[in-house]
């Protein structure tokens, strides 16, 4: 049985969004397993052998809690296990490449917006606020994805730009110094970047990127101009769908199962993630997990497929940030199956001590 309980040891008896997921032992990735939202403060499931489990529960007044677990069937006694969840504080974030615009579909937003309030998050960093249909579901302007995020409780908002696939940032506190930036790639590469925004808010410097899915050149010089800027500052997220691979994966994965079971007939690439990790940032997941967890292909059954998926979507932490992290996952429930083409990453950080 699983508790859910306060600081006291009572039962938190509002909604709790509860995950639990298995790990393949193949893959030493997740995969789920129970999805539900608990109002009880209990939940009770039953395992017949051996298993590595992960437990996240996420509620709006408490801090969000991920917990790894070995559990052994027992025929005596039901084990129960305590996930201890501390009054709400600090910040949470959230990344997600919300595929063309929520696909360019009202219903699509109106989904998004119930879901999200689940999680509740304080500022969320977008990729693919595509604009380039001519209806009333393009988002154009700072006032258009303002007008937007007011339906999830966020009074700030800013859009890269008004063509392509454009990054932006909403935030239920003020967004300050907003620098939109494009490189100039076309020359070098042939090809142009999505470009970022770099901002401020609430003591962090922000940086919502998308690279290039063309180019791994386009996808290196924006990456390198990314770590520059992060790196020059203490509390640095660095968010988004970064169409690359990273090492730190391949360790996490046994038997060689990183190299071979990719999508696409694709070669793993690590230069562009490497201008990241050499400039010092630190990637949250590996901060929270000791498994593997794909963002990409969302509508793939990742319990019994026999591949891995990709993991394209990342959050970078400054080292000075990254102690300030106590929880980040990826959100594989769902809904998020069926919203986009990509998983959403969801963190947070402890500021407020």
Not at 302 to 330: K, N
Request: hydrophobic fraction near 35%; glycine fraction near 4%; charged fraction near 25%.
């Amino acid at each position: 049985m699983i508790r859910l309980v306060d600081s006291n040891g009572q039962l938190i008896r509002e909604n709790v969004s509860l995950t639990v997921s298995s790990i393949r032992t193949d893959f030493n990735s997740v995969a789920p397993f129970i999805e539900r939202t608990e109002t009880s403060g209990s939940y009770t499931f039953s395992i017949y052998m051996t298993s590595r489990m992960v437990v996240s529960a996420v509620a709006p007044n408490y801090n969000p809690v991920r917990k790894e677990l070995l559990l052994e069937p027992s025929s005596e006694e039901n084990i129960t296990i305590d996930i201890v969840m501390h009054p709400r504080s600090g910040l949470r974030l959230m990344g997600y490449n919300v595929q063309d615009g929520w696909k360019h579909s009202e219903l699509q937003i109106e989904n998004f917006t119930n879901w999200v309030k689940k999680y509740d998050p304080d500022i969320i960093l977008f990729c693919e606020l595509n604009n380039n249909v001519q209806d009333e579901t393009a988002i154009r302007t700072d006032e258009e994805l303002l007008a937007l995020s007011k339906q999830w409780g966020h009074d700030y908002a800013t859009i890269l730009k008004d063509w392509g696939y454009p990054t932006g940032i909403t935030s239920r506190y003020e967004i300050t110094d907003i620098e939109k930036v494009q490189l100039n790639t076309q020359p070098e590469t042939g090809y142009r970047v999505h470009g970022f925004i770099q901002a401020k808010c609430e003591g962090l410097d922000l940086f919502a990127a998308h690279l290039s899915s063309q180019d791994k050149r386009t996808r290196e010089i924006e990456a390198e101009e990314i770590a520059r800027r992060a790196s020059l500052v203490s509390y640095a997220v660095v968010s988004g769908d970064m169409n690359t691979d990273s090492r730190i994966d391949e360790s996490f994965v046994p038997n060689g199962y990183f190299q071979s079971n990719h999508w696409y007939e694709r070669v793993n690439e690590y230069s562009v993630m490497d201008k990241f990790l050499d400039a010092g940032l630190k990637d949250a997941f590996w901060l929270a997990s000791t498994t593997y967890k794909a963002s990409f292909p969302a509508d793939r059954d990742y319990a019994t497929l026999d591949q891995l998926g990709l993991r394209l979507d990342y959050m970078l932490l400054t080292p000075a940030l990254a102690p300030r992290c106590d929880f980040f996952d990826i959100l594989n429930v769902s809904y998020t199956r069926t919203g986009s083409d990509h998983f959403p990453t969801f963190m947070h950080l402890e500021l407020n001590d």
